[in-house]
């Protein structure tokens, strides 16, 4: 049954201040996870052991491998999990919770997250049906985080492995800065898009807040409007791009506003005779090969930089057409796209393995840890097996990076995810990387996981079996 909103209750509550916060994070879910606590709580199972993976059943159209990310935020709002009285006070004033037990109210006043946390570490390649995340806590608490664990990780992942794919196609020596904050889907998903998008592998960021909240310096050069309004002003192009640089000495400058050619010819003439010095500049639109190889003849000292909805498949048609560019803009295309296709389902519940069996969604039961075999330097095959199993010349990816509650690690820096996201595509097949047809590493199901998969089918068709007989 769907519960629809009560437009008595919505009325009352227009002009009422039910002070919270933008910080009451723990109230961003979806109002089935607090339904079922609560009926958790009823029947008295809310403190069972559950066990849930977070994993990405199939991969964006185009993708041989995404790059783990947005642990970091997850954690964060994990250590801060909890409820208020001004939280608790508005979902009663709902009234959806009042059939709700006694209980279920001073859980959710007393309550913060006391579980554990294995992950992969951000800035690592995975692939499909591998747990980037698991949550091993009590039930209400496992299933209550779910939905802003998933909003976190999805989105990040999805940026951090575009960015690591726009470094790959441009190469080491591109330059490449994220302009995407006017196109994320909200101000909180521009942060995050910023932050995923430097772990990936981009150089910088135009979002001031997100720059100065990473400790990074944020960068940009200037809009069309500002040539317009000061050529309206001043007379001429030349002297909008003179006055800027009283403010910004050699700052790029855009100069696609009128004639691109004509501008980087006049911008030549005082290059060449000592008047201006010029760190780049920006082309925005038009044919990016001709015109990057005209403004290269006539200034063939000064970075170019392009920008205009361009991506991955875009910079790999620019680079063999031989087209002249230094460094990249990105927005549009980076901050949105094919979303990552992360679930998060109960694989254990007080030492039982579950699974889903659901047509096309099927899931894997019990505790899971990924191994990683190498050769050469480069990934071989992964091997999705249980959480015991001995590694077998392998690498377990998983770490448990909190225990009751706890941070086991110190915070990563950002320069070190984003070394782990290189070291991390580096390794990869070269057929996992290319754009066309990406060919993802063979994933392993091991022997021990096959045995319990077909066990746990056996155990849930008997019980449906001794199901119907008694309804008989």
């Known amino acids: 049954m769907t519960i629809l909103p ?15 916060s933008g910080d009451d994070y723990s109230l961003l879910t979806d109002l089935y996870q607090l339904t079922m606590a609560a ?50 006070a ?51 608490q496992a299933q209550l985080v779910e939905t802003y664990l998933l909003n976190t990780i999805n989105y990040q992942t999805l940026i951090a492995t575009k960015a690591a794919r726009l470094r790959d196609v441009a190469g080491e020596k591109a330059t490449l ?25 981009l150089d910088s960021t135009s979002n001031v807040l997100a720059a100065l909240q990473l400790g990074q310096k944020p960068s940009g050069t200037m809009a069309h409007a500002l040539v317009m309004a000061l050529s309206a002003i001043e007379g001429t192009e030349e002297q909008a791009f003179s006055a800027f640089h009283r403010y910004f000495p050699g ?12 501008a980087a010819q006049r911008l030549a003439e005082k290059v060449n005779s000592g008047e201006m010095q010029l760190t780049g500049v920006r082309l925005d639109s038009g044919d990016l090969v001709t015109l990057s190889k005209q403004v290269r003849s006539l200034l063939p000292g000064v970075p170019i930089f392009a920008s205009g909805d361009l991506d991955e498949w875009e910079i790999a048609r620019l680079k063999a057409a031989g087209a002249q560019i230094d460094g990249y803009g990105l927005g549009t295309r980076l901050v949105t796209g094919s979303p990552v296709n992360g679930v998060y389902k109960l694989v254990d519940i007080d030492g039982i393995p ?7 969604k099927v899931t894997y039961p019990g505790r899971k840890q990924i191994f990683r075999s190498f050769t050469g330097g480069k990934v071989k095959a992964d091997r999705l ?10 690498e377990p990816l998983l770490q448990l990076v909190v225990q009751e509650g706890k941070r086991m690690q110190p915070l990563e820096s950002l320069a070190t995810i984003r070394q782990r996201t ?15 047809h990406p060919v993802g590493v063979q994933v392993e199901i091991s022997t021990a996981l096959q045995e319990l998969t077909e066990k746990t089918k056996k155990q849930t068709a008997f019980a449906q079996r001794l199901v119907e007989k008694d309804a008989k």
């Open 6 to 20: 009560d437009l008595d209750y919505v009325h009352k509550q227009q002009n009422q201040e039910l002070n919270l």
């Open 39 to 88: 009926c958790y709580t009823g029947e008295g199972i809310e403190q069972r052991r559950a066990s849930f993976e977070l994993t990405v059943r199939r991969l964006p159209e185009g993708f041989g491998y995404l790059i783990a990310m947005g642990l970091t935020q997850a954690l964060e709002y994990l250590a801060k999990f909890r409820f208020s009285s001004s939280q608790i």
């Open 90 to 140: 508005a979902l009663q004033a709902t009234g959806i919770f009042d059939q709700a037990s006694d209980r279920f109210w001073s859980l959710l006043a007393q309550g913060k997250f006391t579980g554990d946390v294995w992950a992969v570490p951000e800035g690592t390649a995975v692939f499909a049906n591998q747990p980037l995340l698991r949550v091993e806590a009590p039930l209400w």
């Open 177 to 201: 800065l994220e302009f995407g904050t006017r196109r994320a889907f909200s101000p909180q998903a521009s942060l995050w898009a910023a932050r995923a998008a430097l772990a990936g592998g």
């Open 251 to 262: 700052a790029p400058l855009l100069i696609d506003t009128y004639d691109t050619v004509a």
């Open 354 to 360: 579950v699974m889903k069996q659901s047509s096309g």
């Open 385 to 394: 097996g249980l959480l015991g199993e001995i590694p077998l010349e392998e």
């Open 422 to 436: 290189a070291a991390s595509v580096a390794s990869l097949p070269q057929e996992t990387r290319r754009l066309d």
